[in-house]
T-cell receptor, first 117, second 109 residues
C-alpha cells in the first residue's frame, strides 16, 4: 500500500494523558499536513510541513499540541494533557510539489480517531 | 436533487438521477478549489479540482462549476449510484486549504 498511513487508527485515553499520532506520507511527497475533524464538520487545518520545516501553524494548535517531521519523512502529532474537547479525528495528508504554492490535491490517510474520556 | 450546502447538509436522490451539491466559499482571492468525497470512517478522497480562472471542469460523471461573482461552487454528479453515497466537501485554497462543512449525499436504490 503506497498511500498515506496513520496509526493508531483509534485511541481512547483519559483526560490529562498524553497521546501521539504518527503519519507516514506517500514517499515522494514533500508536503505533509495535519487536520482535525469533528463529527459533521469539514477538516480544520492544524499545521503543515515542507520537508522537515514546519511552515504554518493554525491558531487552533494550542501549546499542548506539537508536531514534528524530523527527517522530512514521517510526522508525529503529540497532544499533551488531553482534554475532552480534543476528541476528534486527526487526519494527515500529503502532496507533491507542483511548482505552484499551495495547489495540488492532498492525499489523505484514514485518520486517527481520538476519544478523551 | 440539489443542496444548498451549509443550509441543507443532507441531500437524498434516487439512483440514476443527477445530483447537484452546492458550496458557498468565503475568500474571493482563493485561486484553487477542490471537491472531496468522504465515506464513513475514511479520509477525504479527491474528486475534481478547478482553478479560479476557469468556470467549468468535467471529469468522469462529475462536473464542477465555479461562479466567482457570487463565490459559489457546485458539484454535479450524473447518473448517481449507491456508491456515491458519502459526505462531500468543497475546499478553497489561498494561503492554506479550508473546507466547508459538507453535504451528506444519500442515494436511494
Amino acid at each position: 500500500d503506497t498511500g498515506v498511513s496513520q496509526n493508531p487508527r483509534h485511541k481512547i485515553t483519559k483526560r490529562g494523558q498524553n497521546v501521539t499520532f504518527r503519519c507516514d506520507p506517500i514517499s515522494e511527497h514533500n508536503r505533509l499536513y495535519w487536520y482535525r475533524q469533528t463529527l459533521g464538520q469539514g477538516p480544520e487545518f492544524l499545521t503543515y510541513f515542507q520537508n522537515e520545516a514546519q511552515l504554518e501553524k493554525s491558531r487552533l494548535l494550542s501549546d499542548r499540541f506539537s508536531a514534528e517531521r524530523p527527517k522530512g519523512s514521517f510526522s508525529t502529532l503529540e497532544i499533551q494533557r488531553t482534554e475532552q474537547g480534543d476528541s476528534a479525528m486527526y487526519l494527515c495528508a500529503s502532496s507533491g510539489w507542483t511548482g505552484i504554492p499551495n495547489t495540488g490535491e492532498l492525499f489523505f490517510g484514514e485518520g486517527s480517531r481520538l476519544t478523551v474520556l | 436533487g440539489e443542496s444548498v450546502g451549509l443550509h441543507l447538509p443532507t441531500l437524498s436522490v434516487q439512483e440514476g438521477d443527477n445530483s447537484i451539491i452546492n458550496c458557498a466559499y468565503s475568500n474571493s482571492a482563493s485561486d484553487y478549489f477542490i471537491w472531496y468525497k468522504q465515506e464513513s470512517g475514511k479520509g477525504p478522497q479527491f474528486i475534481i479540482d478547478i482553478r479560479s480562472n476557469m468556470d467549468k471542469r468535467q471529469g468522469q460523471r462529475v462536473t464542477v462549476l465555479l461562479n466567482k461573482t457570487v463565490k459559489h461552487l457546485s458539484l454535479q454528479i450524473a447518473a448517481t449510484q449507491p456508491g456515491d453515497s458519502a459526505v462531500y466537501f468543497c475546499a478553497e485554497i489561498k494561503d492554506d486549504m479550508r473546507f466547508g462543512a459538507g453535504t451528506r449525499l444519500t442515494v436511494k436504490p
